[in-house]
């Protein structure tokens, strides 16, 4: 299957801190790309979906001005966790779309202190 | 929306014993419906899906049907391993290109005993 590379893989931030999540499609091209969260022993959250050269669409409740995503190219989207609070520590996930599967990166962890 | 519901939240099998895991999802317009696998601190990866224009699929021990009428699909393990031990979510889509976004269901929890 296709290879989707997100890095870093875990980070511990002070609060009030910007946090800068990368992902990549490494062996295909993604217009789309899904940016999720996932809270322990739960689901996939979806929290936007981000397109090649356009302004990424954020699910109800999710605030864009706080997760700020950019997607460049067809081979990565860019996520980054503004103003980081303790609250905001999370499990995030990408996920890039070869048309209908959606492959997905390892996460990242993100530890807010 | 969407809305894709899946239970239980665990399930213990005895190795080599099946193990069937159902969702159900709410919209009829919904026509792909894959499932990943997670193991522990990894990512999702897809295991096998299926589209509404068929009602069975499957690839060596995994086994997907799907029952449109009754709007629900599930995911038959056979011979079960302690390698085939982990978290499988459910999802259901609109195929509508490359923005078809995914409902996951809440995943449940496969342990099989050796």
């Known amino acids: 299957g296709a290879v989707v590379s997100q890095h870093p893989s875990w980070v511990i931030c002070k609060s009030g801190t910007s946090v800068k999540i990368e992902c990549r499609s490494l062996?295909?091209?993604?217009?789309?790309m899904f940016w999720y969260r996932q809270f322990p022993k739960q689901s996939l959250m979806l929290m936007a979906t981000?397109?090649?050269?356009?302004?990424?669409?954020?699910e109800q409740g999710v605030e864009k001005d706080k997760f700020l995503i950019n997607h460049a190219s067809l081979t990565l989207s860019t996520l980054t966790v503004t103003s980081a609070h303790p609250e905001d520590s999370s499990f995030y996930i990408c996920?890039?779309?070869?048309?209908?599967?959606?492959?997905f990166g390892a996460g990242t962890r993100l530890s807010v202190l | 929306g969407e809305n894709v519901e899946q239970h239980p939240s665990t399930l213990s099998v005895q190795e080599g014993d099946s193990a069937v895991i159902k969702c159900t999802y709410s919209?009829?317009?919904?026509?792909?419906f894959p499932w990943y696998k997670q193991e522990l601190g990894k990512r999702p990866q897809l295991i096998i899906d299926?589209?509404?224009?068929?009602g069975e699929k499957k690839d060596q021990r995994i086994a997907v049907t799907l029952n449109k009428t009754a709007k629900h699909f599930s995911l038959h393990i056979t011979e079960t391993q302690p390698e085939d031990s982990a978290v499988y979510f459910c999802?259901?889509?609109?195929?509508?290109?490359?923005?078809?976004?995914?409902?996951f269901g809440k995943g449940i929890t496969l342990s099989v005993r050796p």
């Open positions: 062996d295909f091209q993604a217009t789309t």
């Open positions: 919209d009829s317009a919904s026509n792909y």
């Open positions: 299926i589209r509404s224009n068929v």
């Open positions: 999802a259901a889509s609109i195929e509508t290109g490359a923005n078809s976004k995914l409902t």
């Open positions: 981000s397109n090649e050269g356009s302004k990424a669409t954020y």
């Open positions: 996920s890039a779309t070869d048309d209908p599967i959606q492959y």
